[in-house]
Every structure is written in C-alpha cells, then in structure tokens.
C-alpha cells in the first residue's frame, strides 16, 4: 500500500554555477514527481538567467527581498509576501538584480523539467 504522505527532510540540492541555491523539496529530481514540483530558492544579489518558455506554470512566493520577472514585456517586481502565476508558455525571465539576496519558492504544475523550460541559448 502506497503512503498517504511524504515528510522530506533532505531535499535535493541541485548543482548551479552562478551562485544560486535551489532545494527542491518535491519534483522530478528528488521524488520523481512529475504532477508538480515545489522548490526553495535564495538568488543572490543581482543575480538572472536566461529568457524562456516553460512549458509548465510556475508560482513564485517571495519570503525575503525582492524579485524581478519579466513576462511577455511586462517587468514586475515582487515583493516578500507577494505571489505571482506565470502560465505555460510565457516568455519569462527572472531575476534579483537588487543588491540583496531573494528568497523565495517556487511551484511548476507540471514538475520544472529541464526539457521543458526551454531557455533561449540552451
């Protein structure tokens, strides 16, 4: 019989080289959750990646400092306690170009996959 909950205590630190700290607690790298992906985020002081077109809806909840998203042209910046819905197939950029850290989750419905972000240059 399947368990009717999962309590994670180690989530998966995925490797970055720009400084950022991601631990997805629930998705495709740490559980094999395809039906969604929860992580948590700390982006350091100006800090951004490369445009692109999730195929996948994604919901970012500051915590801590600022963030700034830029969808379809639109350039919002998103303060602790703000939520944000980019849905699939926006083109979107993030970013923390503030001279604080950005603290934040993230949920993708379906899970974040690296096949299917579909980041320009990539």
């Known amino acids: 019989m399947e368990p009717k909950y999962y309590r994670q205590t180690k989530p998966f630190r995925v490797p970055t080289i720009d400084n950022k700290l991601i631990e997805e607690h629930f998705g495709l790298a740490s559980t094999r959750t395809g039906a969604f992906s929860?992580?948590?985020?700390?982006?350091?002081?100006?800090?951004?990646?490369?445009?692109?077109?999730?195929?996948?809806?994604?919901?970012?909840?500051?915590?801590?400092?600022?963030?700034?998203?830029?969808?379809?042209?639109?350039?919002?910046?998103?303060n602790a306690g703000e939520t944000l819905l980019v849905k699939a197939g926006a083109r979107v950029k993030y970013s923390n170009p503030f001279d604080e850290e950005s603290e934040y989750w993230s949920v993708c419905v379906p899970a974040f996959d690296i096949n299917t972000v579909n980041r320009e240059g990539e």
């Open 38 to 78: 929860v992580a948590h985020m700390v982006a350091p002081p100006n800090w951004s990646e490369p445009h692109q077109k999730p195929a996948f809806d994604e919901i970012t909840i500051v915590i801590r400092g600022r963030k700034q998203i830029e969808v379809d042209g639109d350039v919002i910046e998103l």
